[in-house]
T-cell receptor, first 112, second 113 residues
């Protein structure tokens, strides 16, 4: 069974700090990997999608990297802001148009 | 586009009652996914459809759960009879094609008393 693990489960940082969220997966034969953001009581918003052939993707202050061989992905958030406070979920796809396997998320709090 | 639409947003019902959750995927998307989120288990797939055909329902907990997709623009998830352990947030997601981003609806928060 594919497993996706996110560490830490919760993180609190002061505003302005750069931070890294970690995601690991047991089966390296992935098709793609997505990072999502979830605000309390809300749905999921896709942040970045990395295909298996890619090493990283960037969007604004966010950068996601993928190392298939080691079964790891990181989400880097630069110059964090209180508005970044949310739960960040990593999800792995194992073939074309198939369901995602989710980690349990990292709950981020950015303190002003 | 309005995004993935789910209804109702909140549902409170009593044990034993039938519950029907609804989803309208993004127009043109050919895959639809139903997920369930709980504190204990996180997000888990229940069932998904490609081109309106159910592909994998191995995540459906029991025979009490059923899902249909009668056309490309509508899907339902039904629980009959409902039980307190079914209380969770149910998400619907859709995607355009292979390897594409999945777009999630706002979810339906179900409480079974």
């Amino acid at each position: 069974k594919q497993e996706v693990t996110q560490i830490p489960a919760a993180l609190s940082v002061p505003e302005g700090e750069n931070l890294v969220l970690n995601c690991s997966f047991t089966d390296s034969a992935i098709y793609n990997l997505q990072w999502f953001r979830q605000d309390p009581g809300k749905g999921l918003t896709s942040l970045l999608l990395i295909q298996s052939s890619q090493r990283e993707q960037t969007s604004g202050r966010l950068n996601a990297s993928l190392d298939k061989s080691s079964g790891r992905s990181t989400l880097y958030i630069a110059a964090s802001q209180p508005g970044d406070s949310a739960t960040y979920l990593c999800a792995v796809g194992y073939s074309g148009n198939t369901p995602l396997v989710f980690g349990k998320g990292t709950r981020l709090s950015v303190i002003a | 586009d309005a995004g993935v639409i789910q209804s109702p947003r909140h549902e409170v019902t009593e044990m034993g009652q039938e519950v029907t959750l609804r989803c309208k995927p993004i127009s043109g998307h050919n895959s639809l996914f139903w997920y369930r989120q709980t504190m204990m288990r996180g997000l888990e797939l229940l069932i998904y459809f490609n081109n309106n055909v159910p592909i994998d329902d191995s995540g459906m907990p029991e025979d009490r759960f059923s899902a249909k997709m009668p056309n490309a623009s509508f899907s339902t998830l039904k629980i009959q009879p409902s039980e307190p352990r079914d209380s969770a947030v149910y998400f619907c997601a859709s995607s355009l094609g292979e390897g594409d981003t999945q777009y999630f609806g706002p979810g339906t928060r179900l409480t079974v008393l």
